[in-house]
T-cell receptor, first 118, second 114 residues
């Protein structure tokens, strides 16, 4: 299937610092990418929809000024957690759909980024 | 949005078939039934999807009830690598499946016993 990568795979930071997570579609272009958050033993919760060349759309209850999303190209979306606090510690996962005829019409997920804020 | 109900957990012996149920009694006529799974510490991956007829692919089979109010994901011969959380998700057919926001329920945590 299509490949979506995330970087870094894990990160530890101090409270109050900002952390940037990258999501890349390696072998296809994605005008839309999705960002999810998953706390331990819980399900994935959609945070926002990232749109190439335009502003992201945030789900209700997600602070857009805290979780900055930039979709600067057709293969890269970034999520920046600003002024991170321990409660932001979570597993962040991105996904991207593809219409490429060689791939199943579905969403392809990245491997996730585990964030620990001390 | 139509909701799905799955058992929280299931266990199965290695190399035996596994039947994972999903109830979706409020499914609309245009909703497709999708299954994703999430291996430990990884992002989810697509497994299979269908509308009315049973579907087979190299990963699994999907059996859909005649009234479409329930479905069953079938792993024909479970291996240890199939241990994961399995999610049953409904997606309207008017959508491009890939562009649709996915709503993940709690899923079924499948444990494979060696």
């Amino acid at each position: 299937g299509a490949v979506v990568s995330q970087h870094p795979s894990w990160v530890i930071c101090k409270s109050g610092t900002s952390v940037k997570i990258e999501c890349r579609s390696l072998d296809f272009q994605a005008t839309t990418m999705f960002w999810y958050r998953q706390f331990p033993k819980q399900s994935l919760m959609l945070m926002a929809t990232s749109n190439e060349g335009s502003k992201a759309t945030y789900e209700q209850g997600v602070e857009k000024d805290k979780f900055l999303i930039n979709h600067a190209s057709l293969t890269l979306s970034t999520l920046t957690v600003t002024s991170a606090h321990p409660e932001d510690s979570s597993f962040y996962i991105c996904s991207a759909p593809t219409l490429a005829p060689t791939y199943q019409e579905t969403q392809y997920f990245g491997p996730g980024t585990r964030l620990l804020v001390l | 949005d139509a909701k799905t109900t799955q058992p929280n957990s299931m266990e199965s012996n290695e190399e035996e078939p596994v039947h994972l149920p999903c109830n979706h009694s409020t499914i609309s006529g245009t909703d497709y039934i999708h299954w994703y799974r999430q291996l430990p510490s990884q992002g989810p991956e697509y497994v299979i999807h269908g509308l009315t007829s049973n579907v087979n692919n190299r990963m699994a089979s999907l059996a859909i009830a005649e009234d479409r109010k329930s479905s069953t994901l079938i792993l024909h011969r479970a291996t240890l690598r199939d241990a994961a959380v399995y999610y049953c998700i409904l997606i309207p057919s008017i959508s491009n499946f890939g562009n649709e926001k996915l709503t993940f329920g709690t899923g079924t945590r499948l444990t494979i016993i060696p």
